[in-house]
């Protein structure tokens, strides 16, 4: 099982920026990736970006330029997922959802609020 713990969510004007962290912790050496979800009110769930183990990102389209993914490792037992949201529009008004995928199992953090408003 791996426990998920994000952070660095809130509100900021058009333009701005913001890096959400997932504290991950548990079994780390099982995921195959972790990503991002996000889920604006009224809409369905999203998936905003993902990484590997190996470090391959992907990005949906409505983001790519914008948002950068990242994770660090520290032991087999803690990791740290990152997303670097820059040039921040309304449209990501969202609440954004750490994710792992550990073969057929997935995790999910408690999600982490942003608002892009001026």
């Known amino acids: 099982q791996v426990q998920l713990v994000e952070s660095g969510g809130g509100s900021v004007q058009p333009g701005g920026s913001l890096r959400l962290s997932c504290a991950a912790s548990?079994?780390?050496?099982?995921?195959?990736?972790m990503g991002w979800y996000r889920q604006a009110p009224g809409k369905e769930r999203e998936l905003v970006a993902t990484?590997?183990?190996?470090?391959?990102?992907?990005?949906?389209d409505s983001v790519k330029g914008r948002f950068t993914i990242s994770s660090i490792s520290r032991d087999n037992t803690k990791s740290t997922l990152y997303l670097q949201m820059n040039n921040l529009k309304p449209e990501d008004t969202a609440v954004y959802y750490c994710?792992?995928?550990?073969?057929?199992?997935?995790?999910w953090g408690q999600g982490t609020q942003v608002t892009v408003s001026s």
């Open positions: 548990g079994s780390i050496g099982s995921i195959n990736f």
């Open positions: 994710y792992t995928k550990r073969g057929i199992y997935s995790d």
């Open positions: 990484i590997t183990s190996g470090k391959s990102a992907w990005y949906v």
